[in-house]
């Protein structure tokens, strides 16, 4: 048995020009939404391909502020998967409309045009769509020679929401995500693939969301450094404090360059987990629809099958001595208390939820994983799963 290392689940590495722009910010003397958030907007919207990018200081902000530009109105209902984090249908909540929560692909987590047909059949008159690329891998947006969720939406007027926070940077038939859709949400949360510690950017490329994102999102950059007196203003709308603040943008800027960089380490790591791991009987891994490198590769989460040596939660709590961190990604909304209660659902109702819910543990994955840190993790998985203690 190989020394003992210390393993963390998620790393995010800083490398760049992190100090020298949140230098150049602090030396400016204006620390909040300025020009930094301006170039990071700019940034981030040429590397996927958008029209516009609107920069707040979280996903579930840009969530919301996307499905209030979707004109989501208090009593209407929306799709949203319940394999996914909690914000995902609670902003639908934010505006007193209702989660009609889905079941998704077993392996990939992912809603299928197959899922999205039956629900609409059982379902005509939801009218939106909250859809999660799911550890990094985009949704079937489209596919070759059959109808993807774009054309299945379009055919019946649903409006798509994009939860891309696990999704950057992650592309399909070479669009990138970002950019497909009418609104796509990043997270730049601590753990995701680029960070600002807390943030979020909404992308998209049209020309009146993006109007009425801005207006919703407070904007008040303009009072402080146009030359007409700033003590005049008026109120169009009660909009939200969303703003991201400069110093947070710094980061988030010299993250960007690295982002290509991570993304690829972070696919080194995957692969070593998918060599090592493919032939272990008590596991199933995560299903690859797309190319290796069209994939963001957020997370590495796998199910522990039934009738494994050991369940999810000792599985955890050994890896856990060996000192190597793991996640759950995630507990279903549907078994949440306040879905739950509020709207009667049903275990049996999602069925591929379920299943993966009883065996899923997320591996450590960050960039820059070493060889030795890998053998170790695999080591500890391998010697857990098959009992030999
Ligand atoms: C992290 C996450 C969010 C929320 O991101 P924040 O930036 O923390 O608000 C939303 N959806 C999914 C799927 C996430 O994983």
Not at 142 to 170: S, T, Y
Request: proline share 5%; hydrophobic share 40%.
């Amino acid at each position: 048995m190989s020394q003992k290392l210390k393993i963390p689940f998620a790393k995010v590495p800083v490398i760049g020009n992190e100090f020298k722009y949140v230098k150049e910010v602090l030396d400016s003397g204006w620390l909040t939404t300025a020009g930094k958030a301006a170039e990071f907007e700019k940034r981030f919207a040429e590397q996927v391909n958008a029209k516009h990018a609107c920069v707040v200081n979280s996903c579930t902000a840009a969530l919301h502020l996307g499905l209030e530009a979707l004109g989501v109105q208090p009593g209407d209902k929306v799709f949203v998967q319940s394999m996914t984090f909690t914000s995902s249908a609670e902003i639908i909540r934010y505006l007193h409309a209702d989660p009609v929560l889905l079941d998704t692909e077993y392996g990939s987590n992912l809603i299928t045009p197959q899922i999205l047909l039956d629900a609409i059949a059982s379902h005509p008159e939801v009218k939106y769509l909250v859809l999660v690329h799911f550890g990094g891998q985009a949704a079937p947006m489209e596919i070759n020679g059959q109808k993807g969720i774009l054309d299945i939406c379009k055919e019946h007027g649903i409006k798509i929401l994009e939860d891309a926070a696990h999704a950057f940077p992650a592309s399909l038939n070479g669009k990138m995500v970002g950019c497909m859709g009418d609104i796509t949400c990043f997270s730049f949360y601590a753990n995701k693939t680029i960070t600002t510690g807390e943030g979020g950017m909404l992308t998209t490329n049209n020309d009146e969301i993006y109007a009425r994102v801005k207006t919703m999102r407070l904007d008040v950059w303009d009072r402080f450094t146009s030359s007409k007196p700033s003590w005049e203003y008026d109120v169009v709308e009660a909009g939200y404090k969303y703003n991201m603040p400069d110093i947070n943008a710094a980061i988030g800027l010299a993250q960007l360059e690295n982002a290509e960089l991570f993304r690829q380490e972070r696919q080194k790591v995957v692969e070593y987990y998918f060599e090592h791991l493919a032939d272990l009987g008590q596991i199933d891994l995560p299903v690859c629809h797309v190319p290796f490198n069209n994939h963001a590769w957020h997370l590495f989460p796998i199910v522990i099958k039934p009738g494994s040596p050991v369940n999810r939660n000792s599985f955890i709590e050994q890896m856990a001595e060996a000192g190597i961190g793991t996640s759950v990604h995630y507990k279903p909304l549907h078994q949440m208390t306040y879905y739950k209660q509020r709207y009667h659902l049903k275990p049996e109702d999602y069925p591929n939820a379920e299943r993966t819910w009883k065996g899923n543990v997320t591996l450590p994955l960050y960039p820059f994983m070493t060889t030795e840190e890998l053998a170790y993790v695999v080591e500890h998985v391998r010697r857990i799963l098959t009992g030999n203690n």
